[in-house]
């Protein structure tokens, strides 16, 4: 990895914002539907987590931000991949970007298609069990069907752990797993909906730690998919292999921690601090 400026002839790319390592879920969906993708990383370290930040304070840092990176990266598709930020700020991103924006929905509807207990759980930030297009959503595709909320903002700093090497441990999951688990309603759960784009990450240790086998649920394919409509409605053909890829961090990433968990992108050249 490089730190270096970037200005060659640019290849059909999309870049993928979050406040940190939830954008690696969504970038390994699209990697494997579009291998020849290349992808940027928009990451707002310095705004992180976005989880528990107020509406008023995250909405105008999250258009800013972004704006900012599509304008260094000069991506063809903003891809947002954080439910926090996209429950939140999707419309005014709209306004002000003149390329596609694809958003992280909760998947809350293909989970209503397939529980059989009728009983699903949504596990994301506090700010996404909050918000009022969550409700809608659920009010508009649970399909009669009971959603537990479970807030888990414990979840996003074991997903940031974990990319940085450490050991997710049983005892860590606990209190969420009871969340989901020892509720009401909690012993008819057959599927979690995982509504933050860390919380894949953590899907092997979720699995293993849970008391029992239920299907958890993201909806980073059907983001896959979504860029894959778009890049054929923008008619833009990837080559073989992805090209140079950027992440652009916000602030400083001292000991290269966030450079390190995005390193499976490689080759990639680092940015550091808010772009002008
Ligand atoms: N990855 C983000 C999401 O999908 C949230 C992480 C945070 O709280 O910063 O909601």
């Known amino acids: 990895m490089t730190e270096a400026a970037y200005s060659n002839s640019l290849p059909p790319s999309a870049l993928i914002f979050d406040s940190g390592v939830g954008a690696i879920?969504?970038?390994?969906?699209?990697?494997?539907?579009l291998p020849g993708l290349t992808l940027h990383f928009g990451i707002d370290n310095g705004f992180?987590?976005?989880?528990?930040k107020s509406e008023d304070e995250l909405r105008p840092r999250i258009v800013d931000q972004a704006y900012r990176m599509m304008s260094r990266c000069r991506a063809d598709i903003?891809?947002?991949?954080?439910?926090?930020?996209?429950?939140?700020?999707?419309p005014q991103l709209r306004e002000v970007l003149t390329e596609p924006v694809v958003g992280v929905v909760p998947a809350i509807k293909p989970a209503?298609?397939?529980?059989?207990?009728?009983?699903?759980?949504?596990?994301?930030?506090?700010?996404?069990v909050n918000r009022n297009y969550t409700r809608e959503l659920i009010e508009q595709f649970a399909n009669g069907n009971r959603v537990i909320n479970v807030p888990a903002p414990e979840l996003?700093?074991?997903?940031?752990?974990?990319?940085?090497?450490?050991t997710v441990t049983a005892e860590a999951l606990t209190p969420v797993l009871a969340r989901i688990f020892h509720t009401a309603g909690g012993d008819?759960?057959?599927?979690?909906?995982?509504?933050?784009?860390?919380?894949?990450?953590?899907?092997?240790?979720?699995?293993?730690?849970?008391?029992?086998?239920?299907?958890w649920l993201d909806s980073g394919e059907a983001i896959a998919r979504r860029v894959?409509?778009?890049?054929?409605?923008?008619?833009?053909?990837t080559g073989a292999q992805p090209e140079q890829s950027l992440l652009l961090t916000s602030a400083p990433d001292p000991g290269g921690r966030i450079a390190g968990?995005?390193?499976e992108f490689a080759p990639l050249l680092i940015s550091s601090g808010s772009p002008a």
């Open 112 to 128: 209503a298609a397939a529980t059989q207990t009728r009983t699903i759980a949504l596990i994301a930030t506090q700010g996404t």
């Open 48 to 52: 992180y987590p976005y989880g528990i």
């Open 261 to 263: 968990a995005f390193s």
């Open 188 to 215: 008819k759960v057959d599927i979690a909906v995982l509504a933050c784009t860390h919380f894949p990450l953590l899907r092997e240790e979720l699995d293993r730690f849970a008391p029992r086998r239920i299907q």
């Open 156 to 166: 996003v700093h074991l997903a940031e752990a974990k990319l940085r090497g450490e």
């Open 25 to 33: 879920s969504i970038a390994r969906e699209i990697r494997r539907l």
């Open 228 to 237: 894959r409509w778009w890049l054929e409605e923008l008619n833009l053909k």
């Open 78 to 90: 903003l891809v947002v991949g954080c439910n926090t930020a996209s429950t939140l700020a999707l």
